[in-house]
């Protein structure tokens, strides 16, 4: 588990690394858009060219941002074989008991599996490039105009942030449990179910104690700084978007209408 | 429990979502533990239970939203249905536990708990069965999707959730629902 590095940031001086957070925001949510509108060779073709060249723009180690990929290899097997064999539609290439092979069923395996590898590494490349409290702050931005319809905003952005913050000493520390627990003979390796359901309270106590614990110690520092709520908060006024983000804004908006105008034009 | 601040509630729920997060993770390191013991239901039902129905719902939908950004579990295509799933936990557990209050910790826990695992569940089948999968869902797939395989993690749910509750209140970290005063002077 600690070689996980899902969300993590990696410090750096590129281009992405100097755009602002509520820019990167928008356009990590357009490009996913693009991304689910997909259903063609070229289209699949735009989107990893530019997942690509974010990856390559951001500067950042590839091994780190596609190590998720390569963990999760039997999961994209899996999706594609259950696609490919249990697809309902398009005419059977070859069919045995309840097995049912067809284009279609791979084409619709395939789908999900690359919307999956670029998914996961777009938000690697956001998480990358963008400080939890860079995320805090333009995702504070973004739901503003949420306070109009009586929904706390702000609030929410601060649970948000704390929560994307917390989640590397969470990880450390469900790893330094399950280790101790294994040192006291927890098996969660055993092939019995009931044995392994048995051997999962010792681990989740002691992770949901010790998260509480945290969550205390916080919320105490909070409150003897005078922390009262966001509404009672103050804020460094916020710089306005420059040049630069606007032309990521458009470039994602760009390759977003590419991907609509592909999904209506072309077909797989 | 309802005596928690805004701030450590605010925090608490920022806790569970992480914990949304890192304990699949945890528990995908055990074969197949994942879908069988569905470990993304226990922070959100605790959050629900400790710090009401506004923070349990934003649990429910911010928690595996969260999750599936950062690790793509859920997969996106599975989402919408979870996200609803769990913030109708998240929402009943708060209501119930609100309104249920018979003097015993355990018995408002359960009631709560069990009522808020069914109306979700039916909830959340009406919501498969009129918008994410119209015509195409059955009552055997709800039956066999939300009781018969999940089995083990709803017994593990119920065997956990008030476990874990009774320790943080013992250790101070919530609470007391009962106060031994409260109690006494109700005697």
């Known amino acids: 588990m600690s070689a996980l590095p899902a969300g993590q940031f990696f410090p750096g001086q590129s281009v992405l690394h100097a755009l602002d957070a509520r820019a990167k925001l928008l356009g990590f949510f357009l490009l996913l858009a693009g991304v689910v509108c997909a259903a063609s060779l070229p289209a699949y073709a735009v989107a990893f060219a530019a997942a690509g060249a974010l990856l390559a723009l951001s500067r950042l180690p590839a091994r780190a941002v596609l190590a998720p990929l390569k963990r999760l290899w039997l999961f994209f097997v899996l999706i594609f074989a259950m696609n490919a064999l249990f697809y309902e539609r398009g005419d059977a290439l070859w069919s045995w008991w309840i097995f049912r092979l067809s284009k279609a069923g791979m084409a619709q395996g395939a789908n999900v599996a690359a919307r999956v590898a670029l998914m996961m590494v777009l ?48 990880l450390e520390e469900t790893d330094t449990i399950r280790k101790a627990q294994i040192a006291r003979g927890a098996r969660f390796e055993s092939r019995s179910l009931w044995r392994r359901a048995a051997s999962l309270p010792p681990l989740v106590v002691p992770i949901f104690l010790s998260a509480f614990r945290r969550a205390d110690d916080l919320a105490t520092a909070m409150e003897a700084r005078g922390y009262r709520g966001a509404a009672n908060r103050t804020h460094r006024r916020a710089r306005p978007l420059r040049r630069a983000d606007w032309f990521a804004l458009a470039l994602c908006t760009g390759v977003c209408a590419l991907h609509v105008v592909l999904r209506v034009c072309v077909a797989f | ?171 101070h970290l919530i609470p007391q629902r009962y106060p031994k005063e409260e109690l006494n002077e109700a005697a």
């Open chain 1, 123 to 170: 938000s690697g490349v956001l998480t990358g490039t963008t400080a939890p409290m860079e995320i805090t702050g333009a995702l504070n931005a973004l739901f503003k105009p949420l306070a109009l319809l009586g929904i706390p905003a702000q609030e929410i952005a601060m649970i948000l942030g704390i929560a994307i913050q917390f989640i590397p000493t969470l």
């Open chain 2, 1 to 171: 429990m309802m005596k928690l601040s805004l701030v450590k509630r605010s925090v608490i729920t920022a806790v569970c979502i992480a914990l949304c997060v890192v304990l699949p993770m945890a528990f995908h390191a055990v074969q197949n533990a994942g879908s069988i013991f569905l470990p993304m239901h226990i922070p959100v039902l605790l959050c629900g239970l400790i710090c009401g129905w506004p923070f349990g719902l934003l649990c429910g939908l911010a928690g595996p939203l969260l999750s599936s950004l950062l690790t793509s579990m859920p997969p996106m295509a599975y989402l919408p249905v979870m996200m609803v799933e769990l913030a109708l936990y998240g929402l009943f557990t708060g209501v119930l536990m609100r309104l249920v209050r018979t003097k015993n910790l355990y018995a408002d826990l359960y009631i709560s708990l069990t009522g808020a695992l069914l109306i979700g569940r039916v909830l959340s089948g009406v919501a498969r069965a009129l918008i994410f999968a119209p015509g195409s869902y059955s009552m055997a797939a709800w039956a066999a999707g939300y009781f018969v395989t999940c089995l083990p993690g709803l017994a593990i749910q119920l065997a956990l959730i008030p476990t874990i509750v009774f320790a943080l209140e013992k250790a």
